[in-house]
């Protein structure tokens, strides 16, 4: 890190990418009297950032293995309400944030034994949620189709609306004196001597004591990176659709999850369904068969699906980091920092992602919540990796 973090003077900040994570960040740092410069190659916060669903679901979406993450998850979901709270007082926008809970429900009685065995794993790991007949999920969701025979409910797993939330970030972000620059992309990081410097853009050098990656899925594509800084991000091609409902009589008022679905309802009347899980790369395409499966997963559950209009369809890229988890922190390169990798977890992760690396950039202290998801973690399994095959 530059010596200006941990004195009196603040350092220069140019940040790469402007999805939640940088425009978080970056907001955070100008708010503490940095000078920061958010880069973007597109529009402010349009990709994966516009592209989710904005679920914050720490406890049902918990599989085996992501013991570790789940903790981080856990502490970033407790802070969202009130993280919710203050941006929408700095930036005059309701970020949509709502509580009413989430289910998770079986379509059909084959699916019963997977959802219990999920429900078991969840409960070992101390997680506050409720198993429920197929009746009393339909009690709670009335439109729910007749073969859904047993359900999972979590109070605890909300939703805030992301696009209404990186609307906010945006103008909290310029409202403490950032400056965006879309439409802008970065040539290449300027390293030298193993220290950021800067970034170059439009061919000229703009200095910056911290240089931030938040690029996302294009994070590991970024010129200049050396290899102990290049995080391993790759994309993850996810199709999404949606519909539109009388946000007077909305068909659910839970978040809901099935089999291969999602269905996230919002006050407006918009009905998202997702995604669909694709290792193409930047593949763009929608597809038929994607879309297909969308809508039969979704009509195997909420049947009156089939009577609402199509209002949207699109693509995005998750951020995906080789083990799914996020990359926060410090590098080998000083001055060079990364917040990227967060998989289907980046809406969930914003609070303490924000909050964590731009305290660091500020002190210099990582914060014990992510110590477990620095870059490093990606070299020391290298190292085994070539010890395992010597030996």
């Excluded at 410097?197 to 010129?223: F, K, M, N, Q």
Aim: glycine share 12%; net charge negative.
């Amino acid at each position: 890190m530059s010596d200006k973090s941990t004195g009196s003077i603040r350092p220069s900040i140019a940040v790469i990418g402007s999805g939640i994570c940088g425009l978080g960040i970056g907001w955070r740092l100008a708010a503490a009297g940095c000078r920061v410069d958010i880069f973007e190659r597109g529009e402010a916060g349009r990709e994966a950032s516009w592209a989710a669903a904005g679920m914050l679901a720490a406890h049902v979406e918990t599989e085996p293995g992501e013991e570790m993450l789940l903790a981080l998850n856990l502490e970033s979901q407790a802070a969202w309400p009130a993280f919710a709270a203050e941006l929408a007082a700095v930036s005059g926008v309701d970020v949509g944030y709502r509580d009413e809970g989430t289910l998770v429900v079986a379509a059909h009685r084959d699916d019963v034994a997977e959802l219990r065995n999920t429900y078991e794993f969840q409960r070992g790991l101390g997680l506050e949620i409720d198993w429920l007949t197929g009746g009393q999920a339909r009690r709670m969701e009335p439109h729910l189709a007749p073969g859904v025979s047993g359900a999972v409910f979590s109070r605890k797993d909300h939703q805030v609306d992301n696009r209404q939330l990186v609307t906010a970030l945006r103008a909290a972000f310029l409202a403490a004196g950032g400056t965006l620059h879309e439409h802008t992309a970065v040539d290449a990081v300027d390293v030298s001597g193993n220290r950021a410097r800067g970034v170059v853009v439009g061919g000229r050098r703009h200095e910056a004591d911290v240089v931030l990656l938040a690029a996302g899925a294009w994070s590991y594509d970024i010129d200049g990176l050396p290899p102990l800084g290049r995080p391993p991000v790759r994309p993850l091609k996810g199709q999404v659709i949606s519909l539109r409902m009388d946000p007077r009589a909305p068909v659910i008022d839970h978040v809901l999850w099935g089999p291969g679905i999602y269905i996230v309802p919002r006050r407006d009347g918009t009905l998202i369904l997702g995604a669909t899980v694709e290792d193409k790369g930047f593949d763009r395409d929608l597809t038929a068969g994607g879309i297909f499966r969308l809508l039969e997963a979704a009509w195997e559950i909420l049947p009156q699906i089939e009577e609402l209009p199509v209002k949207e369809m699109w693509v995005g890229f998750r951020p995906t980091s080789r083990d799914d988890a996020p990359i926060l922190g410090p590098t080998p390169v000083d001055g060079l920092v990364v917040a990227t990798g967060h998989h289907r977890n980046g809406v969930l992760l914003a609070p303490v992602t924000i909050d964590a690396v731009s305290r660091f950039v500020l002190d210099g202290v990582i914060r014990p919540a992510i110590q477990p998801f620095g870059i490093d973690r990606f070299h020391l399994s290298d190292i085994r990796q070539v010890a395992k095959g010597q030996a």
